[in-house]
Structures are given as structure tokens and as C-alpha cells.
């Protein structure tokens, strides 16, 4: 079983939609969790980072974290054509250790 | 300009032949650090670097190394390159100040191995 497991999509959503990707881990030593969006042919673009269980805002973007549950997700507010691409979480151990889920790639259609 | 760079972007070789990939940041961030991207597979980290002469294994080192002389450079070394290590390598470096994180990474450099 992977330490990080990544709703595999393809996810396929009207503009203006409210989008969940989710990821779940197995690993209780994971501190750190972030999610990626990677466009075409290009490198990963950090989009949120946090530490702590709960919510944390960014613009249209809202990264929560259940540690208890070993639970993260990231929701996208009002999804845009701009939007499309592959999403990954990411998980650190407070070592630097990284763990990233396969990724979800999403299209979102005018 | 911020920047991650890697170099080269693209490379063919050979099986055996010798090879190391340059990343360098203009950042003068602490933590570095090697991935490798199949198609289906994500990202999986190869090597990480906390700072100079700190270097650890990721999920997936064997047959990479790695050296960080200089906080700037950190480069991927493929004594040995085999077929399986074809893929698409990225380096990035980060900075961490509380609740934020700042990270870049390169453009990637496209490896195929014959």
C-alpha cells in the first residue's frame, strides 16, 4: 500500500464548479502537506502549504488537513478554464523527507 | 529573477555511460532536492539536501547520487545510467518561515537511457 494514495481523476468539471481533490496517508510522521498543480510539460507549482489540521485560504484555493483522520483535501472556488492541469499533494516528514500521491488531472470546460 | 536551473534539458545515452545532471539556485535556499516523474506515477523523490554536506535518501535512490558542496549547486550523478532510469527529473529548493514556504522548482531535464 502506497504512504500516499491520490483520488486518480480524471475529473472533468463545468466552468464557475466547486472542485475536491483529496488525498488520504497512512504515515502518522507526515508533518508537512502540500498541494501542486503542474501544467502540461511544465515543473510543479506550489499552490498551498500548511502544518496544522484545519483550513487554510488562499484566493479561490482552500487546503484542508484532518490529522486524525489522516485526510487532506484541496477545494478550487469558481473553477476556471485557467485551472486545468494535474494536481498533486504532498506530504513531508519534519526530516524533508517528500511523498507525493500520483496526481488527479483536471479539466474544467467553459 | 528567482530561479531554479537545471542542466542539461535534454539528454540520450547510454547504458553505462557516466552522467550527472547540475541544479542550481539563486536563492540561497537551505533545502534542496531531486525527483523523478513517470507517466501515472507522480513525483518521487530521489535525494534531498537540508543544507551543505546534509544529504538523505528519498523513496527512490538507487542508482543516484548526489553531492551539496555549495549551498547553490546540488547535482544528480547517474554512475551507471540504465533503462529504467529514463524518465523526467526535476530539482527544486525550498525556504520554510512558519506558515509559509517557498519553493521552486526547475524545468526539468528530459533523460533517455538506450
Known amino acids: 500500500q502506497k504512504e500516499v494514495e491520490q483520488d486518480p481523476g480524471p475529473l472533468s468539471v463545468p466552468e464557475g464548479a466547486i472542485v475536491s481533490l483529496n488525498c488520504t496517508y497512512s504515515n502518522s510522521a507526515f508533518q508537512y502537506f502540500m498541494w501542486y498543480r503542474q501544467y502540461s510539460r511544465k515543473g510543479p507549482e506550489l499552490l498551498m502549504y500548511?502544518?496544522?489540521?484545519g483550513n487554510k485560504e488562499d484566493g479561490r484555493f482552500t487546503a484542508q488537513v484532518d490529522k486524525s483522520s489522516k485526510y487532506i483535501s484541496l477545494f478550487i472556488r469558481d473553477s476556471q478554464p485557467s485551472d486545468s492541469a494535474t494536481y498533486l499533494c504532498a506530504i513531508n516528514t519534519n526530516a524533508g523527507k517528500s511523498t507525493f500521491g500520483d496526481g488527479t488531472t483536471l479539466t474544467v470546460k467553459p | 529573477e528567482a530561479q531554479v536551473t537545471q542542466n542539461p534539458r535534454y539528454l540520450i545515452t547510454v547504458t553505462g555511460k557516466k552522467l550527472t545532471v547540475t541544479c542550481s539556485q539563486n536563492m540561497n535556499h537551505e533545502y534542496m532536492s531531486w525527483y523523478r516523474q513517470d507517466p501515472g506515477l507522480g513525483l518521487r523523490q530521489i535525494y534531498y539536501?537540508?543544507?551543505?554536506?546534509?544529504?538523505d535518501k528519498g523513496d527512490v535512490p538507487e542508482g543516484y547520487k548526489v553531492s551539496r558542496k555549495e549551498k547553490r549547486n546540488f547535482p544528480l550523478i547517474l554512475e551507471s545510467p540504465s533503462p529504467n532510469q529514463t524518465s523526467l527529473y526535476f530539482c527544486a529548493s525550498s525556504r520554510t518561515s512558519g506558515n509559509q514556504e517557498t519553493q521552486y522548482f526547475g524545468p526539468g531535464t528530459r533523460l533517455l537511457v538506450l
Open positions: 500548511t502544518y496544522s489540521s
Open positions: 539536501s537540508m543544507n551543505v554536506e546534509v544529504t
